[in-house]
Each structure stands twice: as structure tokens, then as C-alpha cells.
Nanobody, 123 residues
Framework: QVQLVESGGGLVQAGGSLRLSCTASGRTFSTYVVAWFRQAPGKEREFVAG????????DYADSVKGRFTISRDNAKNTVYLQMNSLKPEDTAVYYC????????????????WGQGTQVTVSS
């Protein structure tokens, strides 16, 4: 099992930026993938971005392409989500999740989850 802890959420104005962090501890995979999901009230949890262990392959939801950037620092066991040009519709609880080897977009494919961090974007 991998334990994941998110940080960096908060309240920002539209057009602003925020960086989320996801730090892993405990048992880890040698080539694990980390993805970010988000869930707004009344909506299903949706895929936001994912990154492979090497960092050479990334995937983004269409709604965040060009605005969000996912990266990782394996020496720190940390994955980041840099969010720029934030919009009110980005408001949600953001979760990080981990699984072996491959990026997928289905929530049920991920074995380990963080507790979530609230991101609120004011208009």
C-alpha cells in the first residue's frame, strides 16, 4: 500500500495560480503512476491529469489542457499539479491516486488515494 497526502489547496481568485503537491510514503511501486482527480458537488469524480514514473508521459483532461501542468520529483516522492489561469469551474475537491505502470482515466483503476484537498476559485 502507498499512502498519499495532498497539500496546497485553498481559495484563489479567477485567473490566479495554485500548486498542489502529493507526497507518497510507505510501500511504493518501482514504476508507479500518479494521477489527479477532482470532484465537484453533485458530479462524478473525474480524471484531471496523470504522469508516469519517468515523467516522460503525461495525460490531461481536455478541460485543463494548456492551463495545468503535472510533474514529479522522485527524489522527494512528490507529484505536483501546477494550476494556472484558474476558473470558477475548477472548484472541486482534488485527489491524488496511484497505480502501477500505466496512466488510466478510470477512478476504479487506482488502488491508493489521498484524502483530498479543497480548491475554491472565486469569480
Amino acid at each position: 500500500q502507498v499512502q498519499l497526502v495532498e497539500s496546497g489547496g485553498g481559495l484563489v481568485q479567477a485567473g490566479g495560480s495554485l500548486r498542489l503537491s502529493c507526497t507518497a510514503s510507505g510501500r511504493t511501486f518501482s514504476t508507479y503512476v500518479v494521477a489527479w482527480f477532482r470532484q465537484a458537488p453533485g458530479k462524478e469524480r473525474e480524471f484531471v491529469a496523470g504522469i508516469t514514473w519517468s515523467g516522460t508521459i503525461t495525460d490531461y483532461a481536455d478541460s485543463v489542457k494548456g492551463r495545468f501542468t503535472i510533474s514529479r520529483d522522485n527524489a522527494k516522492n512528490t507529484v505536483y499539479l501546477q494550476m494556472n489561469s484558474l476558473k470558477p469551474e475548477d472548484t472541486a475537491v482534488y485527489y491524488c491516486a496511484a497505480r502501477p505502470r500505466f496512466i488510466t482515466t478510470a477512478r476504479n483503476d487506482y488502488r491508493s488515494w489521498g484524502q483530498g484537498t479543497q480548491v475554491t476559485v472565486s469569480s
